[in-house]
């Protein structure tokens, strides 16, 4: 774990939280060379005989979802990083030397300790990880412009919204797409609150 690294950590958490403060351009390019049919991914993952041969995954059915879900916590992953440290950091000392002089292991210390008292940051990240899904565009749009992906296999509520307004030029249902979008946020919202509420 990041937080029990001595040597050299602030060398590892820059190094993770560097994608975070890239843009989401520059990033999904270098993504795309890593990741795509020339990457070096793909290489090795054939030279291990995993594929038989490359995958152009903008061009599947099934994969430009995954695949930017995938960039999207590689994009990311330093915030969260911060996010669990820090919860992680307020955790009483005591407990953890509590359980080290029970003879207590590494996985039994997460599981039943660090775990359950970092349930708020857990649910926070969770929730603004669905959240940032459903307002995704950007990743999407520099793939497949305005197509979605195949047969809209990549295609999302803000992308759909977009298509809706201003290249079918249907305002009023651009506008209830955008209304419902809000409300489910806002659920999502109130949900996380009533979740860790009492429990920071």
């Keep these: 774990m990041l937080n029990e690294i001595t040597f050299l950590s602030s060398l590892?958490?820059?190094?993770?939280?560097?994608p975070v403060v890239t843009s989401i351009t520059v990033a999904m390019i270098i993504f795309d060379f890593i990741a795509g049919?020339?990457?070096?991914?793909q290489s090795l993952m054939m030279d291990w005989n995993v594929l038989s041969s490359p995958i152009f995954w903008k061009f599947e059915k099934w994969l430009p979802m995954p695949v930017?879900?995938?960039?999207?916590?590689w994009k990311w992953f330093g915030v969260q990083m911060i996010?669990?440290?820090?919860?992680?950091?307020s955790i009483n000392r005591s407990l953890l030397e509590a359980a080290d002089i029970d003879g207590a292991s590494w996985w039994r210390k997460v599981t039943k300790i660090i775990l359950p008292l970092i349930k708020p940051q857990i649910v926070f990240v969770m929730t603004i990880n669905v959240i940032n899904?459903?307002?995704?565009?950007t990743e999407v749009f520099m793939n497949f412009?305005?197509?979605?992906?195949?047969?809209?296999?990549?295609?999302?509520?803000?992308l759909h919204l977009y298509q809706t307004g201003f290249e079918q030029m249907k305002m009023g249902e651009a506008s209830t797409i955008g209304l419902?979008?809000?409300?489910?946020?806002?659920?999502?919202?109130?949900?996380?609150?009533?979740?860790?509420?009492?429990k920071d």
Excluded at 12 to 18: D, G, H, M, P, S
């Design 12 to 18: 590892f958490r820059t190094v993770l939280f560097i």
């Design 37 to 41: 049919p020339n990457g070096p991914i």
């Design 68 to 73: 930017i879900a995938v960039f999207s916590a």
């Design 83 to 89: 996010i669990f440290l820090g919860g992680i950091a």
């Design 133 to 137: 899904g459903l307002q995704m565009f």
């Design 145 to 158: 412009d305005l197509q979605g992906g195949p047969h809209n296999s990549a295609l999302t509520p803000v």
């Design 180 to 198: 419902l979008l809000a409300i489910v946020i806002f659920v999502l919202t109130m949900l996380q609150l009533k979740l860790t509420k009492g």
